[in-house]
């Protein structure tokens, strides 16, 4: 019961993480992805860092500094970076290659075999989303494209180092801890590169909140204790609802049309995310974490 629980709320944070696109295009304000970024993670951080009241060890600083900034700072700039300047459906699809990227590093950094149906998961995964969200209005953009690009290798990075690096505290505390030192890393560049944000409106303040409160806070503790529950091939491989949540979204909520061959797509990405998992389990259950923390 408890395997089933961890998830079905590690599937709610892609999902709730598939909103960003539209909150972000609808809700916020064009042009800073900085300040975005930093009014999603840092007041989010503190929040959490004021629930648990824990602050990180003094030798524990560096590393919580370098998960913040490959899974909060940087991620989060790149995200909001691609989906100002690309359609959301070719951000989605250049960021899903995600969980073939962690199945790579999870081998060299945690020990965890390769497992060939985890591979073939991932490849159809991204061929699923293609088929969901691609379109003919997916036209490149050379910054946008090297921004999702390099936002899937941080926090593949990211996730699989808060595997190895994972203290004994608890999965509320831990985030905190990345979600402020994200923020703070990002406090004095976004202050000095986007000097001109003006005064947030009521949708834009309840943008924030969502994003912040939502799919910031409470989604990222859940999917670090998932993380640390589950390993992060199994974690990761849900990661392919995200676009599919976009899309449901996009047809729900703006009126987009829904084809034939996305309804194949979104077919592809379920079944690619419950072979994923399922790799991913056994991935996890013969791994021998090089370094990890205790």
């Not at 919580?64 to 300047?85: D, P």
């Not at 926090?155 to 985030?175: E, I, N």
């Not at 990761?236 to 676009?243: D, E, G, M």
Request: net charge positive; with cysteine; glycine share 10%.
């Amino acid at each position: 019961m408890a395997r089933s629980t961890d998830l079905a709320t590690t599937a709610l944070v892609p999902i709730v993480w598939g909103t960003t696109y539209i909150v972000t295009t609808e809700m916020l304000p064009d042009g800073f992805p900085l300040t975005v970024a930093l009014l999603r993670a840092l007041p989010a951080g503190l929040l959490l860092l004021l629930i648990a009241r824990r602050l990180p060890p003094l030798n524990w600083l560096p590393r919580v500094f370098v998960l913040g900034a490959l899974n909060i700072s940087i991620f989060l700039t790149l995200l909001f970076v691609a989906a100002y300047r690309l359609p959301g459906g070719l951000a989605a699809t250049l960021m899903a290659v995600q969980p073939l990227l962690v199945l790579v590093f999870s081998r060299f950094l945690l020990g965890a075999p390769i497992q060939p149906v985890g591979v073939m998961a991932a490849l159809a995964g991204i061929a699923g989303v293609g088929l969901l969200v691609l379109g003919p209005e997916a036209a490149p953009d050379p910054i946008g494209i090297a921004a999702a690009l390099c936002a899937a290798l941080c926090m593949a990075t990211g996730s699989v180092l808060a595997k190895r690096w994972q203290p004994k505290v608890s999965p509320l505390t831990f985030t905190s801890w990345q979600l402020t030192a994200g923020g703070l890393l990002l406090l004095p560049v976004a202050l000095i590169v986007e000097p001109g944000f003006a005064a947030p409106d009521r949708m834009n303040i309840a943008g924030f909140v969502w994003l912040g409160l939502i799919g910031g806070a409470l989604a990222y503790v859940f999917w670090f204790r998932s993380i640390a529950r589950l390993g992060p091939p199994a974690v990761t491989a849900f990661s392919f609802l995200s676009p599919l949540s976009a899309v449901v979204l996009g047809w729900a909520v703006l009126g987009q049309a829904l084809t034939p061959l996305q309804g194949l797509g979104a077919f592809i990405v379920l079944a690619s995310v419950w072979f994923g998992q399922w790799a991913g389990q056994r991935a996890t259950a013969t791994a021998t974490p090089k370094g990890a923390t205790t």
